[in-house]
């Protein structure tokens, strides 16, 4: 089997033995639930219920006039029992709709799509992605229909599946490849469709072998061309950027998106969310994640409702060996950590991870070994760039082409000195582009 | 505000087990092979005894300075004992109990924390105090003894014990020419196992280019600068009309190339630069043994390369997502 891959990068302990054998098991639903008002990158949304409504599972409960923004729907049928503010996983507090579970089966769905997609129209398509809530769901959370909604002048020649998951302990997209193939590959179909390419791929990391082989006979049913490729399993494969490396030997340009260079990529599951709507008409109200670390009792896939709480995720895994000291939101390489286990699973949510100790190292001051600039995938001198965060010297920063950076980790992992190379670059990144819009320096 | 029970810290919530004592402790390891066959080759006396007062020196020196400035001591990093070690073993056998000291001294207060400590320094530590000591007492740095046995050329005086003072391969080729110094028998293959005069460690290559291949195997230095300036001083000794592999095996070119040049905060960062920096210090290494006053040119090939780092790192790699114009 050939590998397909980028240059540079790292080799990670990937720790995903503990659940990668583990199905997809569903929760049942909590008797609460909490669902904050920003879940995407984009425009906060608006609440369409009040407190004390009576909601359906699966309606429409939050909305925005904005493109770029995907609606909220209700993951359970219940009493808006208030709009509160919330902790949030990524955003410190943020309002949220609080609704009680009424444990009735009162259910709203859309009209499924008719099994020929591909007579379709791609913007009655784009609508349906809209309508039914759905973001990238590997994390980033960038909403769906905004990537299939290509310029004319950018034609999409080829659309790729991501199924890479190179972070460590996650395994969620492992098992929805595996168990949920035929929704992802209808999803997949739709997203083709809509957006106008002619092939696909699906690029899956080595270390899921039997993905590779569950998928590769599947594809030939498909109406387009399809490939499965194997990828080397090396960090950061799963970026949208090193992911067209690999595969198709393009290089998104610098601030540029990948319809720049004729491609759309999308997450797996994202694809088994949008299947199964179109098979059943259930909108995106719940997602699989990973719960891992070396703190929790019962490790494990699981398919919750958004809103759900992490205090009643931990108590469904029969809570801790120990207790953690970090509690990471997404992989362990570019994850969030937890003040709190009152957050709420969200749409970006990946999983969350225990962890006992607080991985960490002496800091010395640079040591210019030169590991940062070996490993780093976009090829900038990561050293640099933290030094010139440190110095506040935010322009210099920007002509050493801070904004290039993916923020994917690997300079810090591989730091003998133990320096935060990535949060000094991030802060470098946001300085640049606030001064940016304040249209100056 | 009510306290978390959790920590909060940026990502990656991994990190690499390589930490910098670890890499110090890899280098110094490395150099073991040919620091134990220096000892072998020359005798306890004169070649492991200005290595352990040179490794001496510099921990001590660094502690000093450390607690006379109040600065965190560092001498835990284990950098000042690499910096001894690389001096050490490039000092000349049967040197005085003086010369390591005084460059250990140099090299550590100097060539290393009077720029701040380690990471910040311009120049090669160990080559700023073998720089001083090679300035400062010319005579004692190119008295070479050894076995009587194994001595080139013409010997000067008998010791008590059978160590008689030699000329070392490039100090043949300096005073009496560059054929002279094929008058010796199997001369490439004393060059490599490291049957000649010369410095403590510095003598054979098999051993100092097996300790380099440990570095490369442990991911501790690549290869592209070794390589480079293997280019560098195989494309002068070939503008020279002299053999190549002679002037790779002999002096410290190898010691150079790989232990030296290699060093993490005096060589460049960027790709091109690397590659640019290595080639340099190794073409310099050559034109000096060809032209300068000096046999050997290795510590003032590769300080002259360590001044321009800073240019040299000005080299940014191709832009990700941009063609080459």
Same mark, same amino acid.
């Given at each position: 089997?050939?590998?397909?891959?980028?240059?540079?990068?790292?080799?990670?302990?990937?720790?995903?033995?503990?659940?990668?054998?583990?199905?997809?098991?569903?929760?049942?639903?909590?008797?609460?639930?909490?669902?904050?008002?920003?879940?995407?990158?984009?425009?906060?949304?608006?609440?369409?219920?009040?407190?004390?409504?009576?909601?359906?599972?699966?309606?429409?409960?939050?909305?925005?006039?904005?493109?770029?923004?995907?609606?909220?729907?209700?993951?359970?049928?219940?009493?808006?029992?208030?709009?509160?503010?919330?902790?949030?996983?990524?955003?410190?507090?943020?309002?949220?709709?609080?609704?009680?579970?009424?444990?009735?089966?009162?259910?709203?769905?859309?009209?499924?799509?008719?099994?020929?997609?591909?007579?379709?129209?791609?913007?009655?398509?784009?609508?349906?992605?809209?309508?039914?809530?759905?973001?990238?769901?590997?994390?980033?959370?960038?909403?769906?229909?905004?990537?299939?909604?290509?310029?004319?002048?950018?034609?999409?020649?080829?659309?790729?599946?991501?199924?890479?998951?190179?972070?460590?302990?996650?395994?969620?997209?492992?098992?929805?490849?595996?168990?949920?193939?035929?929704?992802?590959?209808?999803?997949?179909?739709?997203?083709?469709?809509?957006?106008?390419?002619?092939?696909?791929?699906?690029?899956?990391?080595?270390?899921?072998?039997?993905?590779?082989?569950?998928?590769?006979?599947?594809?030939?049913?498909?109406?387009?061309?399809?490939?499965?490729?194997?990828?080397?399993?090396?960090?950061?494969?799963?970026?949208?950027?090193?992911?067209?490396?690999?595969?198709?030997?393009?290089?998104?340009?610098?601030?540029?998106?990948?319809?720049?260079?004729?491609?759309?990529?999308?997450?797996?599951?994202?694809?088994?969310?949008?299947?199964?709507?179109?098979?059943?008409?259930?909108?995106?109200?719940?997602?699989?994640?990973?719960?891992?670390?070396?703190?929790?009792?019962?490790?494990?896939?699981?398919?919750?409702?958004?809103?759900?709480?992490?205090?009643?995720?931990?108590?469904?895994?029969?809570?801790?060996?120990?207790?953690?000291?970090?509690?990471?939101?997404?992989?362990?390489?570019?994850?969030?950590?937890?003040?709190?286990?009152?957050?709420?699973?969200?749409?970006?949510?990946?999983?969350?991870?225990?962890?006992?100790?607080?991985?960490?190292?002496?800091?010395?001051? +640079?040591?210019? =070994? *030169?590991? /940062?600039?070996?490993? !780093? #995938?976009?090829?900038?001198?990561?050293?640099? %760039?933290?030094? $010139? &965060?440190?110095?506040?010297?935010?322009?210099?920063?920007?002509?050493?082409?801070?904004?290039? +950076?993916?923020? =994917? *980790?690997? /300079?810090?992992?591989? !730091? #003998?000195?133990?320096?935060?190379?990535?949060? %000094?670059?991030? $802060? &470098?990144?946001?300085?640049?582009?606030?001064?940016?819009?304040?249209?100056?320096? | 505000?009510?306290?978390?029970?959790?920590?909060?810290?940026?990502?990656?919530?991994?990190?690499?087990?390589?930490?910098?004592?670890?890499?110090?402790?890899?280098?110094?390891?490395?150099?073991?092979?040919?620091?134990?066959?220096?000892?072998?080759?020359?005798?306890?006396?004169?070649?492991?005894?200005?290595?352990?007062?040179?490794?001496?020196?510099?921990?001590?020196?660094?502690?000093?300075?450390?607690?006379?400035?109040?600065?965190?001591?560092?001498?835990?990093?284990?950098?000042?004992?690499?910096?001894?070690?690389?001096?050490?073993?490039?000092?000349?056998?049967?040197?005085?109990?003086?010369?390591?000291?005084?460059?250990?001294?140099?090299?550590?207060?100097?060539?290393?924390?009077?720029?701040?400590?380690?990471?910040?320094?311009?120049?090669?530590?160990?080559?700023?105090?073998?720089?001083?000591?090679?300035?400062?007492?010319?005579?004692?740095?190119?008295?070479?003894?050894?076995?009587?046995?194994?001595?080139?050329?013409?010997?000067?005086?008998?010791?008590?014990?059978?160590?008689?003072?030699?000329?070392?391969?490039?100090?043949?080729?300096?005073?009496?020419?560059?054929?002279?110094?094929?008058?010796?028998?199997?001369?490439?293959?004393?060059?490599?196992?490291?049957?000649?005069?010369?410095?403590?460690?510095?003598?054979?290559?098999?051993?100092?280019?097996?300790?380099?291949?440990?570095?490369?195997?442990?991911?501790?230095?690549?290869?592209?600068?070794?390589?480079?300036?293997?280019?560098?001083?195989?494309?002068?000794?070939?503008?020279?009309?002299?053999?190549?592999?002679?002037?790779?095996?002999?002096?410290?070119?190898?010691?150079?190339?790989?232990?030296?040049?290699?060093?993490?905060?005096?060589?460049?960062?960027?790709?091109?630069?690397?590659?640019?920096?290595?080639?340099?210090?190794?073409?310099?290494?050559?034109?000096?043994?060809?032209?300068?006053?000096?046999?050997?040119?290795?510590?003032?090939?590769?300080?002259?390369?360590?001044?321009?780092?800073?240019?040299?790192?000005?080299?940014?790699?191709?832009?990700?997502?941009?063609?080459?114009?």
């Amino acid at each position: 089997m050939k590998l397909r891959t980028f240059p540079q990068g790292v080799f990670l302990p990937h720790h995903k033995e503990d659940t990668a054998h583990l199905a997809i098991v569903r929760v049942p639903p909590p008797s609460r639930v909490v669902l904050p008002l920003s879940q995407h990158t984009g425009a906060p949304l608006k609440p369409l219920v009040q407190k004390g409504d009576t909601v359906k599972r699966g309606q429409k409960i939050a909305d925005v006039d904005a493109f770029v923004a995907a609606p909220l729907h209700a993951p359970v049928s219940g009493k808006v029992a208030g709009i509160e503010d919330w902790a949030h996983p990524t955003l410190g507090r943020f309002q949220a709709i609080v609704i009680e579970n009424d444990g009735s089966s009162e259910e709203f769905r859309y009209d499924p799509l008719p099994e020929d997609i591909e007579s379709l129209e791609p913007e009655s398509l784009r609508l349906f992605v809209r309508e039914g809530g759905f973001v990238g769901l590997g994390g980033a959370a960038f909403p769906t229909h905004v990537k299939l909604s290509p310029p004319p002048d950018k034609p999409i020649d080829a659309f790729i599946l991501n199924g890479a998951e190179c972070e460590p302990y996650l395994t969620c997209d492992h098992r929805v490849m595996l168990e949920r193939a035929e929704d992802m590959l209808l999803g997949l179909r739709i997203m083709v469709r809509a957006c106008g390419a002619q092939r696909a791929y699906i690029g899956i990391e080595d270390n899921k072998k039997d993905c590779i082989t569950h998928l590769t006979p599947l594809v030939r049913d498909l109406p387009f061309p399809t490939e499965v490729i194997p990828l080397k399993t090396k960090y950061p494969q799963g970026s949208e950027k090193h992911l067209i490396l690999a595969i198709l030997s393009r290089e998104v340009p610098p601030g540029g998106l990948p319809l720049d260079v004729g491609v759309v990529v999308n997450n797996v599951q994202t694809a088994a969310a949008l299947g199964r709507m179109a098979k059943e008409g259930i909108p995106l109200v719940e997602r699989v994640i990973t719960l891992s670390g070396d703190c929790l009792k019962k490790r494990g896939n699981f398919e919750v409702p958004l809103g759900m709480l992490l205090e009643d995720l931990v108590a469904l895994c029969d809570g801790f060996t120990t207790p953690p000291r970090k509690v990471v939101m997404g992989g362990p390489m570019t994850g969030i950590t937890q003040a709190t286990l009152a957050v709420p699973v969200i749409k970006g949510t990946s999983g969350f991870l225990f962890f006992a100790q607080n991985v960490g190292k002496p800091e010395h001051s +640079c040591i210019r =070994c *030169g590991r /940062c600039v070996l490993h !780093c #995938p976009m090829r900038l001198l990561p050293y640099l %760039l933290g030094r $010139l &965060a440190e110095e506040h010297l935010f322009e210099e920063a920007e002509t050493n082409r801070v904004l290039d +950076c993916v923020e =994917c *980790g690997s /300079c810090a992992y591989v !730091c #003998p000195a133990g320096i935060a190379l990535v949060h %000094l670059i991030k $802060l &470098a990144k946001f300085e640049v582009m606030r001064r940016r819009k304040r249209g100056g320096k | 505000m009510k306290e978390s029970r959790f920590i909060i810290a940026p990502p990656p919530h991994m990190k690499s087990t390589t930490t910098v004592p670890w890499i110090m402790r890899q280098v110094v390891f490395a150099l073991l092979p040919a620091a134990i066959w220096g000892v072998v080759f020359f005798g306890v006396r004169w070649a492991l005894l200005p290595l352990l007062l040179s490794v001496l020196s510099c921990v001590g020196f660094e502690a000093l300075d450390c607690l006379l400035f109040r600065r965190p001591l560092t001498i835990g990093d284990w950098s000042a004992v690499v910096t001894g070690m690389l001096l050490g073993l490039s000092l000349p056998p049967g040197c005085p109990f003086w010369i390591p000291i005084i460059g250990g001294g140099v090299a550590i207060l100097l060539g290393k924390q009077m720029f701040g400590g380690l990471g910040q320094n311009i120049f090669n530590p160990a080559l700023v105090g073998r720089a001083v000591l090679l300035i400062s007492w010319p005579k004692i740095m190119a008295t070479w003894h050894v076995r009587s046995p194994f001595a080139l050329g013409v010997t000067t005086y008998p010791t008590p014990v059978d160590v008689v003072t030699s000329a070392t391969p490039l100090g043949i080729v300096k005073a009496y020419g560059y054929t002279a110094v094929w008058e010796t028998p199997n001369l490439l293959f004393r060059l490599f196992v490291g049957l000649v005069p010369g410095c403590i460690g510095e003598i054979s290559a098999l051993l100092l280019l097996l300790g380099f291949v440990y570095l490369l195997a442990r991911g501790v230095v690549q290869w592209d600068i070794p390589l480079s300036y293997a280019l560098g001083l195989v494309a002068i000794a070939l503008a020279a009309g002299q053999n190549p592999l002679f002037h790779l095996f002999a002096g410290g070119a190898i010691m150079g190339a790989c232990f030296m040049a290699t060093d993490y905060t005096t060589s460049p960062m960027t790709p091109k630069g690397r590659v640019i920096f290595g080639f340099g210090a190794g073409a310099l290494t050559g034109i000096i043994r060809w032209l300068g006053g000096y046999p050997e040119g290795v510590t003032f090939g590769i300080l002259t390369m360590n001044a321009l780092v800073p240019l040299l790192d000005r080299m940014l790699p191709r832009r990700f997502g941009v063609k080459k114009v």
